[in-house]
Structures are given as C-alpha cells and as structure tokens.
C-alpha cells in the first residue's frame, strides 16, 4: 500500500485549501484514516480522523475549519481545510490503519500547508 498526499500550498490568512490522500496497491480492511500535521520544531498531533463507519473526529485546535471525507471508489481521504490561519503551518501526513487480524498503520508522504500573509 502506498499513500500519496497532495494539496498543500502557500495560503494567506482566511484562505482555503483541500488536502488529498490517494491510495494505491493492494488494499484490505481499512479501519480509519487520519491527517496529522507537524509544525517545524513541534511533534505531529493527530487533527482528524474518519473511521470504516464514517464517524468523524477532530482535535480541538482545528473544529469548525477542518472536515475530513473519504471517496471509497476513488480510494481517497481529503481534508478541507477553511479559515486557514499561521499557526496551521505545518506538513500535513495521512496515515490509514489497514487490516483485519494484523491491522498495520500506512503513511503518506507529507505536503507541506504555509499560511503566511
């Protein structure tokens, strides 16, 4: 399984943008998919995630700004991402938890998301 993210980009304050993850190979239960992000010189911290169900969660930081979806034909999580503000600057990964007896968590590579004015 491979994951490959895309979207990011230089935004100003307000802004928008729409991050993508992209799945290809050989692709079992999928259990959840997430998007962290990690500020330079801050640890990565889990912002939102979509489970097998559909079920949505978000860290506190970025509720009411950030929806996460998924495209299950496209095999494809996205993350819409309003109201951008500076201290979402960050390189945004998506991690997928795939499998059934050995669940196994697969990350993309990164996109970097800059809000600067």
């Known amino acids: 399984v491979q994951l490959q993210a895309s979207g990011g980009g230089l935004v100003h304050p307000g802004g928008s943008l729409r991050l993508s993850c992209a799945a290809s190979?050989?692709?079992?239960?999928?259990?959840?998919m997430e998007w962290y992000r990690q500020a330079p010189g801050k640890q990565r911290e889990l912002v939102a995630s979509?489970?097998?169900?559909?079920?949505?969660d978000y860290a506190d930081s970025v509720k009411g700004r950030f929806t996460v979806s998924r495209d299950n034909a496209k095999r494809t999580v996205y993350l819409q991402i309003n109201s951008l503000k500076p201290e979402d600057t960050a390189v945004y990964y998506c991690?997928?938890?795939?499998?059934?007896?050995?669940?196994?968590?697969?990350w993309g590579q990164g996109t970097q998301v800059t809000v600067s004015s």
């Open positions: 991690k997928w938890n795939i499998g059934f007896l050995t669940p196994t968590d697969y």
């Open positions: 190979g050989s692709i079992g239960n999928i259990n959840a």
């Open positions: 979509i489970t097998s169900r559909g079920s949505t």
